[in-house]
């Protein structure tokens, strides 16, 4: 749920990822751009993906 949020490059990127097991310099090709970028939008979709989580968990009334 909380993927869907993100733009569809930085899904495809986490996707690629997590679930393919690639690391940046290999997706970097494919996404068309360097491996510092794709470094880059995997930790600003880690931060994104982590609070959306968190507020998630918090409204369903879990764990603090």
Known sequence: ?????LPERDRTIV??????D???SEIAP???IDAA???KILER???RLGA???ALIGAQ????
């Open 22 to 24: 690639l690391n940046a």
């Open 45 to 47: 979709s880690r931060t």
């Open 30 to 32: 494919i996404a068309g």
């Open 61 to 64: 009334g879990g764990p603090p």
């Open 1 to 5: 749920l909380a993927l869907r949020e």
């Open 52 to 54: 959306r989580i968190e």
């Open 15 to 20: 996707s690629l990822r997590y679930g393919s």
């Open 37 to 39: 970028t794709v470094r």
